[in-house]
T-cell receptor, first 118, second 111 residues
Framework: GAVVSQHPSWVICKSGTSVKIECRSL??????MFWYRQFPKQSLMLMAT?????????EQGVEKDKFLINHASLTLSTLTVTSAHPEDSSFYIC??????????????FGPGTRLTVL | RKEVEQDPGPFNVPEGATVAFNCTYS??????FFWYRQDCRKEPKLLMS???SGNEDGRFTAQLNRASQYISLLIRDSKLSDSATYLC????????????FGTGTRLTIIP
């Protein structure tokens, strides 16, 4: 159990367009979902923390109007990159956790979405 | 100073050798510690949690020294399949689920 999916797995778009990435916990409900970004040869950097039914909390330096997060249910969070530019090209990874229920402090990562903006 | 620091490597190690990675963290309030493994162009996967008492999982041994704010990972009898980037990860105080990742240490096992 504890599978997290992301869709799409990769996307290429033109500069100025918006891209939506979905993150789903397939077999569990997660209190919180997290969005990370990873540039080549760098580590994962947390962009925002998303709790179901409330506004996301963004890390310093991340523009909330550019990276829109919607967390409509305990199994789905979406990240929309608005007016994407080449510098937004990166590997976007979500994680979900902990699971509701008995104490479990592990986060489960989705497979990532590779975004290329031309 | 970075919150979590690791030697980026690369470490090129012959198959069968023992290799050790170290990591330091700056926030003394951190409560949970992990080693993740990340293969190229893939998501990170949990390798093991790290406890003060030390813990072992097969060929892998992790250790935490809270006084020195230092975490280690030892891999014995390394296999070709161990080639990956190893990420040191720290989580804050209870209720703060945010994970902070180190930059990772790249390991290549040489046949």
């Amino acid at each position: 159990g504890a599978v997290v999916s992301q869709h799409p797995s990769w996307v290429i778009c033109k500069s100025g367009t918006s891209v939506k990435i979905e993150c789903r916990s397939l077999d569990f409900q997660a209190t919180t979902m997290f969005w990370y970004r990873q540039f080549p040869k760098q580590s994962l950097m947390l962009m925002a923390t998303s709790n179901e039914g409330s506004k996301a909390t963004y890390e310093q330096g991340v523009e909330k109007d550019k990276f829109l997060i919607n967390h409509a249910s305990l199994t789905l969070s979406t990240l929309t990159v608005t007016s994407a530019h080449p510098e937004d090209s990166s590997f976007y990874i979500c994680s979900a956790g902990p699971r509701l229920g008995p104490l479990n402090n592990e986060q489960f990562f989705g497979p990532g979405t590779r975004l290329t903006v031309l | 100073r970075k919150e979590v620091e690791q030697d980026p490597g690369p470490f090129n190690v012959p198959e069968g050798a023992t290799v050790a990675f170290n990591c330091t963290y700056s926030n003394s309030a951190s409560q949970s510690f992990f080693w993740y493994r990340q293969d190229c162009r893939k998501e990170p996967k949990l390798l093991m949690s790290v406890y003060s008492s030390g813990n072992e999982d097969g060929r892998f041994t992790a250790q935490l020294n809270r006084a020195s704010q230092y975490i280690s990972l030892l891999i014995r009898d390394s296999k070709l399949s161990d080639s990956a980037t190893y990420l040191c990860v720290v989580r804050g105080y209870f209720g703060n689920e945010k994970l902070t990742f180190g930059t990772g240490t790249r390991l290549t096992i040489i046949p």
